[in-house]
């Protein structure tokens, strides 16, 4: 069994370390970031009711506590309509030193976004070794909520910049341990995401159902046929 990256606590152990682990990886390959010389993973996300049950969800697990505070964040965009957008976030109480080696890595010419004279110098990665962690229903679950969706009555996962190799990493990933077939989608010669197939998407919806249902504004996820 692979080495996995270590949840760090102060002054209390993990509640369910197996459920803690799951939780943080599928919010790590969703909405969830670690920056670089910071050791705490954050929630940042536009729907007040989801960022609720993922506090909820954190404390119940250990990885965050009932004080954490959930913050109104307001951003100014020039890449869209609204000149600004509002998001509600937090930080964990989790250190999550050992997470961000594997999961982030410098930008390379060949990445869709890369641009050298850019600020954001990093991008996301799945490593290779989602083959052996990611294998959690509750993963799966967070992951879809985060980056999910649906597609011509399938569910669908954006996958972000990540490269096609690390696509096809995911792509095996819930083939070898949900028994999922999904394909990959193109935007452009891009790999933008992953469609679980027609036939699988019923054995998709009872793995996450559980916890999707949890979320009231989260359940028109499941709406596949």
């Not at 954050?42 to 954190?58: F, L, N, P, Q, R």
């Amino acid at each position: 069994m692979l080495k996995k990256p270590k949840l760090i606590l102060r002054g209390q152990q993990l509640v369910h370390p197996n459920e803690a682990f799951a939780f943080s990886l599928g919010h790590l390959l969703g909405d969830g970031s670690i920056k670089a010389g910071e050791k705490r993973m954050s929630v940042d996300h536009a729907d007040k009711t989801y960022v609720e049950w993922k506090k909820a969800k954190m404390v119940e697990l250990g990885i965050a506590t009932k004080t954490s505070k959930i913050e109104i964040v307001t951003r100014r965009r020039t890449d869209l309509k609204e000149k600004t957008t509002t998001s509600y976030r937090f930080e964990s109480r989790s250190l999550f030193a050992e997470w961000h080696k594997p999961f982030y890595v410098e930008k390379q010419a060949q990445d869709p976004t890369y641009n050298p004279k850019g600020r954001n110098k990093r991008r996301k990665q799945f490593p290779w070794k989602l083959v052996f962690w990611f294998n959690h229903p509750l993963a799966l679950a967070v992951f879809y909520m985060d980056d999910g969706g649906v597609q011509t009555n399938q569910a669908y996962f954006a996958t972000g910049e990540v490269s096609l190799k690390e696509v096809k990493f995911m792509q095996y990933a819930l083939k070898r341990n949900f028994d999922l077939e999904t394909t990959i989608r193109y935007s452009n010669k891009v790999a933008v995401g992953l469609l679980v197939r027609r036939k699988d998407c019923g054995k998709f919806v009872n793995i996450v159902q559980p916890y999707v249902n949890q979320v009231p504004s989260m359940r028109y996820k499941l709406n596949i046929t």
